[in-house]
Nanobody
């Protein structure tokens, strides 16, 4: 089991940047694919980005491609989500999650076994 803790959320103006961090602890945290998901009020949870256990492979949702970048530092057991050119529609609670067995499943929230508590991102002028 992996324990996850998100940080870095906050209020930012449109066009601004934020960097979210997901700190992982537990057994062999570098073994797990890690994903970022978000959920806005009244909306379903949606996939944002994922990174393989080794950090060699990434996937980003079309809605954030070119603006968000996921990365990981296994020595520090940390996965980051750099968010640039933020838009009001990026406003949501952002969660990191661990666990899919197959890289082909990383966009499916149901395939993740461990979740953090979330960090709120609000993009507003």
């Amino acid at each position: 089991q992996v324990q996850l803790l998100e940080s870095g959320g906050g209020l930012v103006q449109p066009g601004g940047s934020l960097r979210l961090s997901c700190s992982a602890s537990g057994l062999i945290s570098s073994y797990y694919h890690i994903g970022w998901f978000r959920q806005a009020p009244g909306k379903e949870r949606e996939f944002v980005a994922a990174i393989s256990g080794s950090g060699d492979v990434t996937s980003h949702a079309d809605s954030v491609k070119g603006r968000f970048t996921i990365s990981r530092d296994n020595a520090k057991n940390t996965v980051s989500l750099q968010m640039n050119s933020l838009k009001p529609e990026d406003t949501a609670n952002y969660y990191c999650a661990a666990g899919p067995r197959s890289w082909g499943q990383v966009r499916l929230g149901s395939e993740y076994s461990d979740w953090g508590q979330g960090t709120q991102v609000t993009v507003s002028s």
